[in-house]
């Protein structure tokens, strides 16, 4: 990239940056506490003290108590933890999943690999805006129907799902809900009382905390079975000595986020960069999502008979993508806009803008210049 190209990132939802209190926690760390969480003396007890701290920080932030927060290596275990943790343990010749279309492949390959195990899968349709109706969770229920796994917000194009009515159904009919919360968590409410959810998958490295590290809420009186099996960390629910200093690290970004009130002003940004977009494309630019019921900070929009892949290489300085980071390089239409029913005219050229706590009115004119 030549020296005199701009960087502007516009990639928040594939990863943040670590926020300054984060890493000075994380700093503090390095050298004290050394011993291990869960011994008894005089080096152990004070590890074990930061590693409760951060539970509670992390509890807080979702509404519920610290023996309910399972610390994972990120968002992918979490979810794994909660589809394949339900399964195994209830375990029937015709154990049924409720999920849809539109989900994070750390839900949807979960799912596939129980199917060969022998469980059966219903992956719900979405309307055009990426929303799944909650008449169609009740229909898709079965008598051996044991989990309903639905994210609270899309990754790609940030459409946010009608948790709470699904909730309704999930709790009229008996089933356990699991919602992916890796997007929305630190940018809209996200409490799990008022979700009314069973389990929720939290991911650090979306949430201005270091990767590989997240939690899975797990509601008291909820019996999954191990992920990883071995001692009786986190209560047996996840053996493995903790990590004391990327666990601190997620529980101050939690306190961050659970006092940070600039979600509006994230939005009005945002805002201002698809009217000046338009202003600029007119109708040759497109919105894809809900164009209310979504993140503040995504904006994911198409250049119609574009690829947003030979877009965004034109533009280098601009880092943004063209779909969920996970899937970076593939030139098929995102599964998530197919789901949709976007037609590949369209979709081809989508791409997927992120803003952050630290993004610019400057940085946005400069983008849509660029483009």
């Not at 290596?73 to 049924?96: L, Y």
Request: a negative charge; hydrophobic letters at 40%; one cysteine or more.
């Amino acid at each position: 990239m030549p020296e005199r190209t701009r960087r502007i990132y516009l990639d928040f939802n594939a990863s943040t940056p670590l926020a300054p209190e984060v890493m000075a926690v994380m700093r503090s760390l390095l050298e004290e506490p050394y011993g291990n969480p869960s011994s008894g003396h005089w080096a152990g007890q004070p590890a074990r003290e930061v590693v409760e701290k951060a539970r509670r920080q992390v509890a807080e932030l979702v509404g519920c108590t610290g023996n309910e927060i399972v610390f994972t290596s990120g968002g992918s275990e979490a979810n794994n933890q909660a589809v394949k943790g339900v399964f195994f343990a209830n375990r029937t010749a015709k154990a049924h999943i409720i999920t849809t279309q539109v989900e994070h492949a750390a839900v949807i390959n979960p799912c596939r690999f129980l199917e060969r195990l022998g469980a059966s899968v219903t992956y719900l349709r979405v309307d055009g805006f990426g929303r799944v109706d909650p008449d169609d969770v009740r229909r898709a229920l079965q008598p051996s129907t044991i989990l309903i796994s639905v994210m609270h917000a899309n990754n790609e194009v940030g459409t946010i799902q009608p948790i709470e009515e699904i909730a309704k159904v999930a709790q009229e009919a008996g089933v356990l809900l699991h919602s992916d919360a890796a997007q929305s968590l630190g940018k809209i409410p996200c409490k799990v009382r008022d979700l009314g959810v069973d389990l929720l998958s939290v991911a650090g490295h979306k949430l201005y905390a270091p990767k590989g590290v997240g939690a899975l809420y797990i509601r008291d009186g909820v019996s999954i079975e191990p992920l990883i099996h071995g001692a009786s960390h986190e209560a047996g629910r996840r053996a493995g000595t903790e990590n004391v200093l990327l666990e601190a690290a997620l529980g101050e970004a939690c306190e961050l986020s659970r006092t940070w009130s600039g979600a509006d002003s994230i939005r009005d940004l945002r805002d201002l960069f698809w009217d000046l977009l338009r202003n600029k494309f007119g109708d040759r630019v497109v919105l894809n999502g809900h164009p209310v019921d979504r993140l503040p900070n995504t904006l994911n929009v198409s250049f119609v008979a574009q690829v947003g892949a030979d877009i965004l290489g034109r533009v280098p300085g601009v880092a943004a993508s063209t779909g969920s980071a996970c899937h970076y390089g593939t030139v098929e239409l995102s599964p998530v806009l197919r789901a949709m029913g976007v037609t590949p005219e369209v979709g081809m050229g989508a791409i997927r803008f992120s803003l952050g706590r630290t993004t610019t009115r400057e940085e946005l004119e400069a983008v849509v210049e660029e483009l």
